[in-house]
């Protein structure tokens, strides 16, 4: 079993090497699963993660022009990065917002509507790479289980593709994902 700074460069080695349209293909697959499996309300507050684009994550624009049909805008959230604090903060998405990147690529809509504690029904979550207890490994700096541990009774749920799955011992501070879709199936805690 690699440790998890091997394994992180391994997956993002394979992810690297993805064709451009194979990412656009399973970024769809797992934008259909993630609709046919989960029962989205209106009432629901979303946070969604945006794609850094570089790195082909899960292209999740596909699911968000979704939920907007099914969730209004003001019930969708999205992160930044407060470098000043070196924390993962929340932000509103506002109607004919601006997307620019920050230093490290991640689209953040301006301007920003930052909203402390908001209540999130359901938050999806970037990873490198995910276990069969659906423990994340991210890119190192610890944002998001920071930001998943004040968040235990929401639903969270990790995109990736199939081959960032692999085998890793999760530290105490870790904090399991409830699924992980992917474009061929659903983990739930470490079930197909």
Same mark, same amino acid.
């Given at each position: 079993m690699l440790d998890k700074a091997l394994l992180r460069k391994e997956k993002l080695a394979w992810r690297s090497a993805l064709e451009p349209q194979k990412v656009a293909e399973y970024s769809r697959q797992i934008t259909d699963n993630?609709? &046919? !499996? !989960? $029962?989205?309300?209106? /009432?629901? =507050?979303?946070?969604? %993660? !945006?794609?850094?684009?570089? @790195? *082909?994550?899960?292209? +999740?624009? %596909?699911?968000?022009? *979704?939920?907007l049909g099914i969730v209004p805008l003001q019930h969708c959230f999205t992160s930044f990065i407060d470098y000043s604090t070196n924390t993962l903060c929340h932000t509103q998405i506002l109607q004919n917002c601006t997307w620019q990147t920050d230093r490290y690529g991640i689209p953040v809509p301006f301007p920003l509507m930052?909203? #402390? &504690?908001?209540?999130?029904?359901?938050?999806?979550?970037?990873?490198?790479?995910? &276990? #069969? =207890? &659906?423990?994340?490994?991210?890119?190192? =700096?610890?944002?998001? $289980? @920071? !930001?998943?541990?004040?968040y235990p009774a929401s639903t969270t749920i990790g995109l990736a593709f199939e081959g960032q799955k692999g085998e890793f011992v /999760? $530290?105490?501070?870790?904090?399991?994902? =409830?699924?992980?879709? +992917?474009?061929?199936c659903i983990y739930f805690r470490g079930r197909k």
């Open positions: 993630v609709l &046919n !499996f !989960f $029962d989205i309300q209106p /009432a629901h =507050k979303v946070h969604l %993660f !945006f794609s850094i684009e570089h @790195k *082909k994550e899960v292209q +999740t624009l %596909f699911l968000f022009e *979704k939920i930052p909203v #402390r &504690n908001p209540r999130l029904d359901i938050i999806f979550v970037p990873l490198v790479v995910f &276990n #069969r =207890k &659906n423990h994340r490994i991210g890119y190192g =700096k610890g944002y998001y $289980d @920071k !930001f998943l541990s004040q /999760a $530290d105490p501070h870790d904090i399991p994902l =409830k699924y992980v879709v +992917t474009e061929q």
